[in-house]
């Protein structure tokens, strides 16, 4: 004889009386923020670091940010030579560069162009300010958040990409 | 359900989406009630004006166009690399899903493939992206009946698969990890295996909802024989997705096409339902999210190993040409077309949402039904204003 | 309480305060409790969430602070709304959830009017509520609310009925319709010859109890049968123009009623205020009777929060279809059951 099916209705009741009996016992999902903090992926895309000394001012991330909220200005200085009596070197210098975040989309596309690995990506993401203009980060700001960025993660078994180093 | 022939009530109702005012008269021989474009139902920003007779709709109209954005005109001055991160908000619950049309399409005018390792992890992200946006509507649908507790299950299981998300792409909503020849990056260490974790929590969600909601005798009783589509009716208004195939019609581009992704190499099956009720269309749906769970588990048993980003040049630029490719999104058939001159950004890009026409059968659906029925009829047929305004 | 005897000879004034204090207690803590209990709490725990925790210890202030919200509130009043109506409506059905706590009996001695009638007296006056909702939704001037008071119209006369009929057969086995008299009926009854734990009518009106509580569920229109205040579809109904404190009296009233509504299903059916085992005429029963029945009300409430949170709603003519085609038919075979059986042992 097929087992009598139990009518749906109390199926129903039976689901949210088990999750009750659940989060009573075990705890439930939701975590009391701010007092508990969940730490976001490594990879989260929270918020960007600059580390100023490998950036030349080649403007590729001011070009390539779908929403035009990078600000960068530098200017050019001569260097004294590497060996005595050879050229001065011609190196940029940052004067300014600014990351406006109530523009920003957090797509990740500078810190993707920059051939010189000076933008990184870091999980930090409570910086939220009662004021607009706040959200524009300074020179200063973008060089202290690079002692939030993470180390690189391993990759899976199977890849054929290089991890890399973040400059310190 | 009888066609309106009534010309002069038509052309009423088209003056007054036309005028766009709100008619707050009362007469009794039909009340004009605007459902939208505030209100809890629609997802979003859409506007229905209906004409009631007591509590039956004589006649429905979507005024659609709240949330438009102006993407097609908007990509007309971006490189691709920044199309990509804009198509991601498209259809914001499923969003990988949105990148990877347009990105075939460009890796077939460059003609360029993605290496098998990038191949494979695009089709787990895809399905991931399904997941997450189906299980939301498994949930919401019981809100928009009155069942207040599954869109919590829902939200609290569908976090886990957003973390996964997270994980690899380092955004939970807007992934923008497709790149012209494979992937941004690789997959870091664990992430399979965290995953099939996830996949067994979807699930058990899954076998929740089905006692929670599908099983329920009010919720059948709510959605058995209404909002009936029949199949040849929902083809010509260019119906797609899972609300086709809730109508009988065995046609899923994942088998059908060749689409770029692996899913012709797996073990799975398309789900179809005869009937083409509201309720057809969320059991179609909760069976999608179990096989969309097999097919991510199978392509994580078998990624092959190799690089995941084929060698194309720094600066990106498309040859002339133009290329269409569709794929089977979550809310139905997406498809780019995408013209190009040879430059840096595209000249011009045509997106085909699958809600655009999903609700476009409303006119032809909602006549006859109850108030309650109408709205028990645009939950199953789950759109999303950002497919549909683009 | 005119029966209770105090140390000390109150003056007629004071009695009467006291009097007022108790009832506006008998009706606001029921309320608070199920709000806090079941709203917040029970409600999250179902959605593996834990609801307020901020607001003192474990949220429980948090009504407070609600109400604190809602008095802070501007007044607004459509312009189209038809005033004195529209301010009206909230009194009206705060009239009725008041009026149905006079014939609730809190112990041997604690009633505030001891009629013969006292149940017939209740679900009179419970029906008073239908005119308060009636004008909310008219007076709103707003098809939304229009609709929803409709329906809201339909479905409470259409659940008077089964409720009633439900109660015929409670009335039939303790043979009067005095609501003290059911209690004692219930705590000095015998189930086939054992008096062990009197003979609460649960047990052999269980299909009247079932009744009650589908009657109960829609007469508060709570989900699954809540059609007139539909939130996905109307916006919250007849309610929807009402903000601030007005919404709070309504807010109040539904939770106030679903409480005395619990006290009147404990009375009927559990026992109300007895607790097996001690002798129902014990003046002990004066004191611990309130917090037995509170009880017993938490207990029936947790059944129809429960149903609450889990189903989603009918649609308004498969309503009316369970109320006339299936509900009423049962309750007269509940009822003939009731009265043959009566007859016969």
Known sequence: ?168 | MTATTDAQQLAYIAGQAADARVNVELETEGMTLNIGPQHPATHGTLRIIVRLDGERVIAAEPVMGYMHRGYEKLVEVRTYPQVTTLVNRIDWLGSFANEVPFILAAERLMEVEAPPRAQWIRTALFELSRIANVVLFLGDMGVQLGAITPVFFAFRDREFVLNQIEAVTGGRFHPNFDRIGGLKDDLPKGWIVETLGVLDRIRTFCDEMEDLVAGNEIFQARTRGIGVIPADVGLSYGMSGANIRASGVDWDLRRDSEMGLVHRELDWKVWTHPDGDSFARYWVRLQEVREACTIVEQCLEGIPSGPVMAKVPRIIKVPAGEAYVETENPLGVMGYYIVSKGELVPYRVKIRSASFNNVSITPWLLEGVYVPDVISILASLYFILGDIDR | ?345
Not at chain 1, 10 to 24: C, E
Not at chain 1, 29 to 35: E, I, L, M, N, R
Not at chain 1, 88 to 110: T, V
Not at chain 3, 106 to 114: A, E, K, N, R, T
């Open chain 3, 1 to 345: 309480m005119s029966t209770l005897t105090l140390a000390a000879e109150l003056a007629y004034w004071q009695q009467t305060s006291i009097r007022a204090v108790v009832g506006l207690v008998a009706v606001l803590l029921p309320a608070g409790t199920l709000v806090y209990l079941f709203l917040f709490k029970m409600m999250s725990f179902m959605q593996s969430r834990l609801g307020p925790m901020e607001a003192g210890p474990y949220g429980s202030l948090q009504l407070l602070a609600e109400v604190g919200k809602f008095l802070q509130k501007e007044d607004i009043v459509p312009a189209k709304a038809d005033r004195v109506v529209f301010k009206a409506a909230p009194f009206v059905v705060l009239v009725s959830t008041f009026l149905l706590v006079l014939v609730i009996p809190g112990g041997p001695d604690l009633v505030f009017i001891d009629v013969d009638t006292g149940i017939f007296l209740a679900l009179a006056v419970s029906s008073i509520s239908v005119i308060g909702i009636l004008m909310a939704g008219w007076a709103s001037a707003s098809k939304y609310s229009l609709l929803g008071a409709l329906r809201a119209t339909g479905q409470l006369i259409a659940y008077e009925l089964p409720l009633v009929l439900a109660v015929m057969g409670v009335v039939i086995q303790a043979g009067t319709l005095n609501m003290q008299g059911i209690v004692m009926a219930q705590a000095q009854g015998e189930i086939f010859g054992f008096g062990g734990i009197g003979s609460p009518f649960i047990i052999t009106q269980f299909l009247g109890f079932a009744i009650f509580l589908v009657a109960v569920q829609a007469e508060l229109t709570q989900p699954p049968f809540d059609m007139p205040v539909a939130e996905s579809e109307l916006v919250t109904g007849y309610l929807t123009e009402y903000s601030g404190m007005r919404f709070l009296m309504f807010f109040i009233g539904e939770f106030a009623t679903a409480g005395i509504f619990s006290a009147l299903a404990a009375t009927l059916f559990l026992g109300g205020w007895y607790v097996p085992g001690l002798d129902p005429t014990d003046n002990l029963f004066n004191v611990i009777g309130p917090m037995v029945l509170m009880g017993k009300v938490i207990l029936v409430a947790f059944l129809i929060f429960w149903f609450r949170f889990t189903y989603p709603r009918f649609r308004e003519d498969q309503l009316q279809t369970l109320a006339w085609k299936v509900l009423i038919p049962l309750s007269l075979v509940n009822i003939v059951v009731t009265g043959v059986l009566k007859v016969v042992f």
């Open chain 1, 1 to 168: 004889m097929p087992n009598p099916k139990v009518p749906g209705l109390i199926k129903g009741l039976g689901v949210t009386m088990k999750t009750m009996l659940r989060t009573l016992t075990k705890g439930s999902h939701t975590v009391q923020y701010p007092k508990v903090k969940e730490a976001p992926t490594p990879r989260a895309r929270g918020v960007i670091a600059l580390h100023e000394e490998n950036c030349t001012s080649c403007m590729l991330c001011v070009r390539e940010c779908p929403d035009w909220c990078i600000y960068i200005e530098g200017h050019k200085y001569l260097a004294p030579p590497r060996r005595p009596g050879g050229k001065p070197r011609k190196k940029n210098a940052l004067d300014r560069f600014d990351i406006d975040y109530a523009l920003c989309m957090y797509c990740g596309i500078c810190v993707e162009v920059c051939p010189f690995e000076a933008l990184f990506w870091t999980p930090e993401f409570e910086y939220s300010e009662p004021k607009i203009a706040d959200l524009l980060h300074d020179k200063n700001l973008l060089g202290q958040w690079m002692e939030t960025v993470p180390e690189f993660t391993d990759y899976e078994a199977g890849s054929e990409a290089k991890k890399l180093e973040v400059p310190r």
